[in-house]
Nanobody
Framework: VQLQASGGGLVQAGGSLRLSCAAS????????VGWFRQAPGKETEFVAA????????YYADSVKGRFTMSRDNPKNTVCLQMNSLKPEDTAVYYC??????????????????WGKGTLVTVSS
């Protein structure tokens, strides 16, 4: 399974960005896909997750109400809509997938596949 994240960029505080994660190499819906981020000098942290089979989602408290994760089955893509962005959202964002995972139990080290990151910079 290969994952390709895209959509990062520079945005002012209060603005929006939409990240995409395109999956290839599988047609299975038995995956949970997560978004993680790593800010400079900090550990990688969980942002959001979606279970591909039923679309159930789970969010970190820091992004709840601002970020929305969705999936596009025909395109084999998951998206992260980020609204009301804050400078503290600045980080490299990664998507990762776990076979038969659950949205409430994803962790960076527990995923099976990882994509390269995309940089999000939020200016104040």
């Amino acid at each position: 399974v290969q994952l390709q994240a895209s959509g990062g960029g520079l945005v002012q505080a209060g603005g929006s960005l939409r990240l995409s994660c395109a999956a290839s190499g599988t047609t299975s819906s038995s995956y949970t896909v997560g978004w993680f981020r790593q800010a400079p000098g900090k550990e990688t942290e969980f942002v959001a997750a979606i279970r591909w089979s039923d679309g159930s989602t789970y969010y970190a408290d820091s992004v709840k109400g601002r970020f929305t994760m969705s999936r596009d089955n025909p395109k084999n893509t998951v998206c992260l809509q980020m609204n009301s962005l804050k400078p503290e959202d600045t980080a490299v964002y990664y998507c990762a997938a776990k076979f038969r995972g659950t949205v409430v139990a994803v962790s960076w080290d527990g995923m099976d596949y990882w994509g390269k990151g995309t940089l999000v910079t939020v200016s104040s």
